[in-house]
Nanobody, 122 residues
Framework: QVQLVESGGGLVQPGGSLRLSCAAS????????MGWYRQAPGKEREFVAR????????LYADSVKGRFTISRDNAKNTVYLQMNSLKPEDTAVYYC???????????????WGQGTQVTVSS
């Protein structure tokens, strides 16, 4: 099993920035990709970004491209999501995800964190 713990959420004004962190533990040697999803109130969970564990191959949803950056620190078994130029529509619970597959991470990840709330409001 793989355990994922997110941190870094909070309240920020429009145009501001936040950095989310996701620490992985357990059978992390089996993980090939990690990513971020989000779920806004009344909406379905949606893919935000993913990164390959070894090569740094990244993919972003169109809605966050150019504003969000996903990165990883293999030594710390941690993935980050740097969020800049935040908008009210970015308000959601953000979930960290992990999978053995670089394809599955963007569709149906096997492992999930508990989520962290991000609220963008003035």
């Amino acid at each position: 099993q793989v355990q994922l713990v997110e941190s870094g959420g909070g309240l920020v004004q429009p145009g501001g920035s936040l950095r989310l962190s996701c620490a992985a533990s357990g059978r992390i040697f089996s993980i090939n990709a990690m990513g971020w999803y989000r779920q806004a109130p009344g909406k379905e969970r949606e893919f935000v970004a993913r990164i390959s564990w070894s090569g740094g191959n990244t993919l972003y949803a169109d809605s966050v491209k150019g504003r969000f950056t996903i990165s990883r620190d293999n030594a710390k078994n941690t993935v980050y999501l740097q969020m800049n130029s935040l908008k009210p529509e970015d308000t959601a619970v953000y979930y960290c995800a992990a999978d053995h597959s670089l394809i599955a991470i963007a569709t149906t990840p096997r492992y999930w964190g508990q989520g962290t709330q991000v609220t963008v409001s003035s």
